[in-house]
């Protein structure tokens, strides 16, 4: 590689994400995920004002056309607070090609096989639907649906039947930004998992002291720390690389995935142990981070098709 090459934001861009995560911080507590499974309305209002989902799109369009790297620190941010799965799915939408997208909102949902599942999120007028290989954009008028869970998952899982034909698909390079996402959101909760861990280590206090000086306890936060650092600076090589252009660009990206996938799910059940009973309890929030991390890798197709597509990018150089 030459010698230039960039492996990180640059300070603009990591300024940019900090005061937006300012504002993100304040719109999305995670208490309110003990109340409702999807944002308010007026949590929307915010986030679009805030200009979180014209962060790609072209000034032309109302957006600010900004680059891969200022959307993936921004991404761990919503992640690190558990915005819903439709947040997700809107930012996304931008990288689908279709214009006049702007103020629309976007349900997720995922295929397997012959079942469609959705991510229900009132007010959503398209769904972009994720597949083994591709991705698409849908009209949601006409959908069916089934309610399938209405909390286990910190989500509403409906089955959906009566799509019709695609409204615009994803191109690989859209594609690769969608991907790019999905591991940062995972990223952000590895890290939430880790602050939520380490903070209560220091409060909760056994024998007199804190569990925190314990050397389970350390390791496991530790560990954790490394976890969540990893995911993180995979996700920045890997939207550093696409800003670039660069060969190694989808193969940064898919390890993306799988590393801020395996911490974000590592994290989670690692702060549970550290919470001990009452991080199992549905008052307390440490549960809320394992479940919407399951239901993201399911979204983004699974760690084993993400471990798949690494290798045959390797068998293939």
């Given at each position: 590689m030459q010698a230039d090459t960039r492996y990180h934001p640059n300070a603009d861009q990591l300024a940019l994400a900090s005061a937006m995560d300012d504002t993100i911080n304040e719109l999305l507590p995670l208490s309110r995920l003990h109340v409702a499974n999807d944002e308010s309305p007026e949590v929307w209002s915010h986030l679009e004002q805030?200009?979180?989902?014209?962060?790609?799109?072209?000034?032309?369009?109302?957006?600010?056309?900004?680059?891969?790297?200022?959307?993936?620190?921004?991404a761990i941010g919503l992640g690190r607070r558990l915005a819903s799965p439709a947040v997700l799915a809107t930012l996304g939408a931008?990288?689908?090609?279709?214009?006049?997208?702007?103020g629309k909102r976007v349900a997720a949902g995922y295929r397997r096989g012959e079942r469609?599942?959705?991510?229900?999120?009132?007010?959503?007028?398209?769904?972009?639907?994720?597949?083994?290989?591709g991705a698409a954009l849908y009209a949601l008028e006409g959908l069916?649906?089934?309610?399938?869970?209405?909390?286990?998952?910190?989500?509403?899982?409906?089955?959906?039947?009566g799509l019709g034909a695609?409204?615009?698909?994803?191109?690989?390079?859209?594609?690769?930004?969608?991907?790019l996402l999905d591991?940062?959101?995972?990223?952000?909760?590895?890290?939430a998992a880790l602050q939520m861990g380490v903070a209560y280590a220091g409060l909760r206090e056994q024998f007199g002291r804190p569990i925190g000086t314990f050397q389970a306890v350390k390791h496991h936060c530790a560990n954790m720390a490394i976890?969540?650092?990893?995911?993180?600076?995979?996700?920045?090589?890997?939207?550093?690389?696409?800003?670039?252009?660069?060969?190694?660009?989808?193969?940064?990206?898919?390890?993306?995935?799988?590393?801020?996938?395996d911490a974000a799910l590592g994290n989670a059940g690692k702060n549970i142990q550290i919470h001990g009973g009452i991080?199992?309890?549905?008052?307390?929030?440490?549960?809320?981070?394992?479940?919407?991390?399951?239901?993201?890798?399911?979204?983004?197709g699974g760690l084993e098709a993400a471990n798949a597509r690494i290798a045959n990018i390797k068998t293939e150089r």
């Open positions: 805030a200009g979180v989902f014209g962060i790609c799109v072209s000034e032309a369009e109302g957006g600010s056309a900004l680059g891969a790297a200022e959307e993936a620190l921004i931008a990288h689908s090609g279709l214009s006049g997208l702007g469609v599942v959705v991510v229900d999120s009132p007010g959503a007028e398209w769904l972009l639907l994720r597949e083994a290989d069916q649906t089934r309610a399938l869970d209405q909390r286990l998952w910190v989500a509403n899982l409906h089955e959906g039947a695609a409204v615009a698909s994803f191109d690989a390079a859209g594609l690769l930004r969608l991907r591991a940062a959101l995972l990223a952000g909760i590895a890290d976890a969540a650092r990893c995911a993180r600076d995979q996700v920045s090589f890997a939207s550093v690389a696409i800003d670039e252009g660069r060969e190694d660009a989808i193969l940064q990206t898919e390890c993306a995935v799988f590393v801020a996938g991080g199992f309890s549905d008052e307390a929030d440490p549960h809320l981070l394992v479940k919407r991390a399951q239901v993201l890798i399911a979204y983004a």
